[in-house]
């Protein structure tokens, strides 16, 4: 087990949609360590594969003290919404209001390859879209209404975060996640 460097907007395997979990074996049920713990070190109340640059649809999470994982899921979502405040591992100390389903049912498999059915309402609900998202390719800037959003770029160009990860080069040029996906459907 070891904690992993958590990637930063502008490295591109964050606008990336990551592949099917083919193997259930030894090796993935490492990765689902390694993002436990760095998700718990950040801290964190979730963690998708790509944020550590590994491109499969496997991801962690951490709400009301119970930890979870997820491998190739999908989502079922409620027409209800929520609002509330939503951060991300990969642009650090920065939060918006962000539009979510106030339910979400999620499937798919543990790391042994079982099925696994997740329920969530609130704030785990929150968590399943926006690691399920991460999984997409997606941002949680891209579910921001568009004056927000536009704040929100304006907010990571100024991040020390990003100024520091441009001026090492590990962070090629802003670019806008081609996914214009406003409401809930993914
Ligand atoms: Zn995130």
């Given at each position: 087990m070891?904690?992993?460097?958590?990637?930063?907007?502008?490295?591109?395997?964050l606008?990336?949609?990551?592949?099917?979990?083919v193997d259930?074996?030894?090796?993935?049920?490492?990765l689902?360590?390694?993002?436990?713990?760095?998700?718990?070190?950040?801290?964190?109340?979730?963690?998708?594969?790509?944020?550590?640059?590994?491109?499969?649809r496997?991801?962690?999470?951490?709400?009301?003290?119970?930890?979870?994982?997820?491998?190739?899921?999908?989502?079922?979502?409620?027409?209800?919404?929520?609002?509330?405040?939503?951060?991300?591992?990969?642009?650090?100390e920065l939060?918006?209001d962000?539009?979510?389903?106030?339910?979400?049912?999620?499937k798919?498999?543990?790391?042994?390859?079982?099925?696994?059915?997740?329920e969530?309402?609130?704030?785990?609900?929150?968590?399943l879209?926006?690691?399920?998202?991460?999984?997409?390719g997606?941002?949680?800037?891209?579910?921001?209404p568009?004056?927000?959003?536009?704040?929100?770029?304006?907010?990571?160009?100024?991040?020390?975060?990003?100024?520091e990860?441009?001026s090492?080069?590990?962070?090629?040029?802003?670019?806008?996640?081609?996914?214009?996906?406003?409401?809930?459907g993914i």
């Amino acid at each position: 087990m070891s904690i992993q460097p958590i990637r930063y907007f502008g490295d591109p395997v964050l606008t990336t949609p990551a592949s099917e979990v083919v193997d259930f074996d030894k090796e993935l049920r490492r990765l689902v360590e390694d993002l436990t713990e760095t998700m718990i070190d950040a801290p964190g109340a979730g963690l998708a594969a790509p944020q550590i640059g590994v491109p499969l649809r496997v991801f962690v999470w951490d709400v009301d003290e119970q930890l979870g994982h997820l491998v190739n899921p999908s989502l079922d979502l409620s027409e209800e919404m929520q609002e509330g405040e939503e951060g991300c591992l990969s642009f650090p100390e920065l939060r918006y209001d962000t539009p979510r389903a106030m339910r979400a049912v999620a499937k798919g498999f543990n790391m042994y390859g079982e099925p696994v059915v997740v329920e969530g309402t609130a704030f785990l609900a929150r968590a399943l879209q926006h690691e399920t998202d991460h999984l997409n390719g997606v941002l949680f800037i891209d579910r921001l209404p568009s004056d927000l959003r536009k704040q929100a770029m304006k907010d990571i160009r100024s991040a020390d975060w990003f100024l520091e990860a441009q001026s090492l080069g590990t962070s090629p040029e802003i670019r806008i996640s081609p996914h214009q996906t406003f409401g809930k459907g993914i």
